[in-house]
C-alpha cells in the first residue's frame, strides 16, 4: 500500500470537481488522504480521510497560526503530524504555491515530493510577485516531480527555471462513465441555445462570447445561459460587472439567463439542454491564463455538445480544429461568429466532430486511465 497525502489550500471549490474526481479514482493500493485549511461542499465532495486543519486541536491550530505569522515557519505542523501519524511516502501539493509552502513540511517528514501545477500558479503570481521568482526556484530544485496538463504549460514551467526531467505532462481526466454521450442536434427554426460554464474572470473571455453571441441574433434566435458568478476577489467582481455592462449596452437581457454557481449535477443537466459551449479563454491583462484546459470544455465534449473556444494555452491539446471543436483567436469576436456560422451552416455534420470528440476523450482524458496513471507516478517515485 502506498500512502499519499493530497495536500490542497481548501476542499473542496465547485469549480474543482476535477480534483475531486482524480482522488476518487486513484487505484486501491494508493490510501489518499487528503490534507487542507478547510473544507467546503462536502455534500458533493466528500471522500475518507480529510483532515482539516480547522480540526486540529485547538493548541496545534493557534501554535500554527502564530509560527506562520511570525514568519518562523511557513508550513503547518498539522500537515507533518497527519502525515507522520498515517505513515504518508509521498507528499502530492496541488498548486505552485501549496508546493512552496510544503516545502519544509516535506523535509521533516522524510517524503517525496510531487507538485501539479494549475494555470494562475504559472503565468500570474510571478508576474504580480516577483517574490514567487525565487520562490518557485527553491520549490523546483526541492521537490522530485512536477505534473502539468499539457506541452504549453510545461514550456511556461520550463521557462520558470524547472529542469526538463522534472517535468511530466499529466491530463486531468473527466469521469467517461457518467457523462451519457448525446450527440446535439440543432434543427434550422428553433433558438440556437448556448452554455456558458465559468467563474467569473477576465481569462475566461465571456465578454467575447456574448460579443459574438449578439451578432449571431442578426441571423437565428438565440438563447444563452451563463453558468457561474464572480468570486469575492475584486479582479472577480469588476468583471461581473463588465459582462452585465455588455448584457445591457447590447439589449440582450431577454435572452440572457444567469442562474449563478451551480451544483455540478445541475450544470451537467442543463448541458444537455443546450446545443452549443462556449469557451473563449484569453490571456487577462494580469497575465492569468488557463495555463492548460479548461475542464468543462473536456465535460461538454464527452457529453456530445460542439465546443466553440480558442488558441489558448493548451486548449488545442483538447481541441484539434474542425475535428473535435471549433477555434478561434484569442479576443476574436468575428472567429468566434464564423466558428458559430459554420455550425449553423454545416449542421448536418455535426455527427462526426461529436464522435471524434468522444473518442478523444475517451482514449486521453479518461478520469479512470488518469488516475491509474497517476498512481503509477506515485509508486515510482517511492520506489525510486
Known sequence: MTVVIQSVSDWLPQTQTWMYNQAKHLPADIESHIFCKKTMNLDQFYLPNIHSHTDATLGSYYLDKSLRKLRIRRHWGFLVETSKKHGAQLVHSHFGNV????????????????????GLDVNMMHTQDKRWVKRYKK?????????????????????????????????????????????????????????????????????????AARQLQK?????????????????????????????????????????GFQHYSVLMEQAYKHHIFLSPSITAKDGDTEGGAPVT????????????????CDIPEVIKDRVTGLLAE????TGLVSC?????????????????????????????????????????????
Not at 438563447?223 to 449596452?249: F, M, N, Y
Request: hydrophobic share 40%; aromatic share 8%; charged share 25%.
Open 99 to 118: 508546493g512552496w509552502t510544503d516545502i519544509g513540511a516535506v523535509k521533516q517528514i522524510g517524503t517525496r515530493h510531487i507538485v501539479t501545477f494549475y
Open 297 to 312: 470544455i473536456i465535460e461538454m465534449i464527452a457529453s456530445g455538445m460542439p465546443v466553440v473556444s480558442t488558441r489558448h
Open 340 to 384: 458559430l456560422c459554420q455550425l449553423l451552416e454545416q449542421n448536418n455534420a455535426w455527427q462526426y466532430m461529436l464522435c471524434a470528440g468522444r473518442e478523444k476523450v475517451d482514449k486521453e482524458f479518461n478520469v479512470y486511465m488518469q488516475a491509474k496513471r497517476l498512481g503509477a507516478f506515485y509508486k515510482r517515485l517511492v520506489e525510486r
Open 219 to 259: 441571423k437565428v434566435d438565440i438563447e444563452i445561459t451563463i453558468i457561474g458568478d464572480s468570486t469575492p476577489e475584486a479582479r472577480s467582481r469588476k468583471e461581473k460587472e463588465h459582462i452585465l455592462k455588455v448584457i445591457e449596452k447590447y439589449n440582450m437581457q431577454s435572452v440572457v439567463n444567469m442562474p
Open 330 to 333: 484569442e479576443r476574436d469576436v
Open 139 to 211: 520549490l523546483f530544485k526541492s521537490a522530485d516531480l512536477f505534473l502539468c496538463e499539457g506541452p504549453h504549460m510545461a514550456k511556461c514551467i520550463m521557462g520558470l527555471g524547472c529542469p526538463q526531467e522534472k517535468i511530466k505532462v499529466h491530463h486531468l481526466g473527466v469521469d467517461v462513465n457518467n457523462i451519457p454521450f448525446r450527440p446535439r442536434r440543432w434543427q434550422p427554426g428553433e433558438p440556437l441555445r448556448m452554455l456558458i460554464a465559468a467563474t467569473f474572470k477576465e481569462k475566461k473571455g465571456i465578454p467575447y462570447a456574448l460579443e
